[in-house]
């Protein structure tokens, strides 16, 4: 048998690390770009085994969101307009000019609150009197400036708003917000 060069030796080793990397990666392409087709990960579901939900379009929400700042800024004030949807995820925020640096987290927080409960936020904070403890679930805010937004009673969206100087004035805001998506 004969020995080959070093210079051959680093040749063919190369060219075997290729050949390998090729074939791993061709096989990582093909496998990420086809549908995973096994008896194990397909499966039809029963009738009945799924649910069909509503939820607001980025447009819906930005305009929602936008009547609700403009409502805002006639009376001078500075605010946060957070929508969420059913889930509670962030759809979009619009922080006004001059809104305080807490308005952000705080009109999310008013948002999901009123989406969780489908129910204004004005309304949670009486709550809190006879069951205190609500005030420990995590996202939550029981403070007036959240509306929920439904399709036929079942919650879609919230809308919260934060940084007026009244809860009142926020919801006042936020409601502004629902009521530009029936027009």
Known sequence: MQKLSRRARI?????????????TFGTVSANASSPATSAASVAEVRSGGTLTSSHLTVDAATQAAQAALDAAEKENQRVT?????????TVVTLRGDGAGPQSYDSAQRKAYTAVSWNAPTSALADR??????????????????????????APVAGIGV????????DENFAAAGVA???R
């Open 180 to 182: 530009a998506l029936g």
């Open 128 to 153: 809190l009197k006879q069951t205190p403890n609500l005030k420990d679930i995590p996202g939550t805010l029981f403070l007036a400036g959240g509306v929920p937004v439904a399709v036929k009673g």
């Open 81 to 89: 307009v957070a929508v969420v949807d059913r889930n509670g995820n």
């Open 11 to 23: 040749a063919t080793g190369g060219a075997v690390i290729a050949a390998v990397a090729a074939g």
């Open 162 to 169: 934060a940084g007026a100087p009244s809860g009142d004035l």
